[in-house]
């Protein structure tokens, strides 16, 4: 069985672009969360998608936005990046919308 | 305003002591308590979890106890093992109306197993 998997492992960015992480879930679920963690500190919620739909939304402006495919793949992408959006990008999948989460390894996101 | 408080940044143990990672929360209304820990690299993965009908609950080595009128929950590993070494993540769980939850984390307590 493989486990969540996310692209790129690392990115460089520079402030004002755009830029697309992506998600892999494990086998079978069908729901996907997105958390910020910046240096020193906790994961933060960002949103949740269930069967292709957000159903959760942490305190996250609207430039921070998602997809889930039909596949239960994900992708999250931020606009018009600032350099606060410096952070590992964690993404979590589970069976379902109450079932366990179990992590990608993350996207570290380094904007310059 | 941080809801789920570890207020420990790191902790050093020797290896075969017991090892105790504190958390503390501010919001009455979380009432399932999650565990995870992280190794460099690697995403955050499950390791023990307590609702807040119970005071204990036990799995191997790993012991969450939950005192809700303090408001604060405390992990013991006995004995510490130099795999252990990890940070820690306490979380609470935040229902949502569509029957979702969303995670909410404290800072997280790197430990150190000394061998």
């Known amino acids: 069985e493989t486990g969540v998997t996310q692209s790129p492992t690392h990115l460089i960015k520079t402030r004002g672009q755009q830029v697309t992480l992506r998600c892999s879930s494990q086998?079978?679920?069908?729901?996907v969360s997105w958390y910020q963690q910046a240096l020193g500190q906790g994961p933060q919620f960002i949103f949740q998608?269930?069967?292709?739909?957000?159903?959760g939304r942490g305190n996250f402006p609207p430039r921070f936005s998602g997809l889930q495919f039909p596949n239960y793949s994900s992708e999250l992408n931020v606009n018009a990046l600032e350099l606060d959006d410096s952070a590992l990008y964690l993404c979590?999948?589970?069976?379902?919308?109450?079932?366990?989460?179990?992590f990608g390894p993350g996207t570290r996101l380094t904007v310059l | 305003d941080q809801q789920v408080k570890q207020n420990s940044p790191s902790l050093s143990v020797q290896e075969g002591r017991i090892s105790i990672l504190n958390c503390d929360y501010t919001?009455?209304?979380?009432?399932?308590f999650l565990w995870y820990k992280k190794y460099p690299a690697e995403g955050p993965t499950f390791l023990i979890s307590i609702s807040s009908i119970k005071d204990k609950n036990e799995d191997g080595r790993f012991t969450v106890f939950l005192n809700k009128s303090a408001k604060h929950l405390s992990l013991h590993i006995v004995p510490s093992q130099p795999g252990d070494s990890a940070v820690y993540f306490c979380?609470?769980?935040?229902?949502?109306?569509?029957?979702?939850?969303?995670?909410?984390f404290g800072k997280g307590t790197k430990l150190s197993v000394i061998p």
């Open positions: 919001n009455s209304m979380f009432d399932y």
């Open positions: 979590a999948s589970s069976l379902d919308e109450r079932g366990q989460r179990y």
């Open positions: 998608y269930y069967r292709e739909e957000e159903n």
């Open positions: 979380a609470a769980i935040t229902y949502s109306g569509a029957g979702s939850y969303q995670l909410t």
């Open positions: 086998s079978g679920h069908n729901t």
